[in-house]
C-alpha cells in the first residue's frame, strides 16, 4: 500500500499547524497486507476522492515494519485511521466500510 498523496506543499508544516490550503493529512494504521487493511485502504481513498476532492495526503503505516509506532502513537487496534490535520485530531478503528460512520467520524457530516 503506497502513501497516495494529492496535495502539493511549498512548505514544511508543524504536526498540529492548519494547513493554509485546506489539505487532510490522514494516517491509515495497519498490520502488513491483510484482507481487512486492504480494505481500509481502499474505503478512505474512495472517500478521500469523493469527498475532499484532491485536498488529502494518506500515509500508511505498517506496524509489522515498525512496531514501535503502535506504543508512540497509542494504537490499541487495527487498521486506526487518525486524522492529523485539520484539528482537532480524530481517530477511527476499522476497516472504514461504514461510509456514514467515517464521514460523521472525520466531520464530514453532521449526525442526523
Request: proline share 6%; net charge positive.
Amino acid at each position: 500500500m503506497p502513501t497516495t498523496s494529492n496535495t502539493k506543499r511549498k512548505e514544511k508544516k508543524k504536526e498540529n499547524e492548519e494547513p493554509v490550503d485546506g489539505s487532510w493529512i490522514l494516517r491509515l494504521y495497519v498490520a502488513g497486507q491483510t484482507p481487512n487493511s486492504l480494505t481500509a485502504f481502499e474505503n478512505l481513498k474512495k472517500i478521500c476522492e469523493n469527498y475532499l476532492e484532491s485536498k488529502y495526503t494518506i500515509e500508511v503505516i505498517d506496524l509489522m515494519k515498525h512496531p514501535q509506532l503502535a506504543k508512540d502513537h497509542q494504537i490499541i487496534a487495527v487498521p486506526t485511521l487518525i486524522r492529523n490535520l485539520p484539528t482537532p485530531v480524530k481517530k477511527i478503528i476499522g476497516n472504514l466500510s461504514n461510509t456514514e460512520k467515517v464521514l460523521v467520524g472525520l466531520d464530514l457530516r453532521k449526525v442526523t
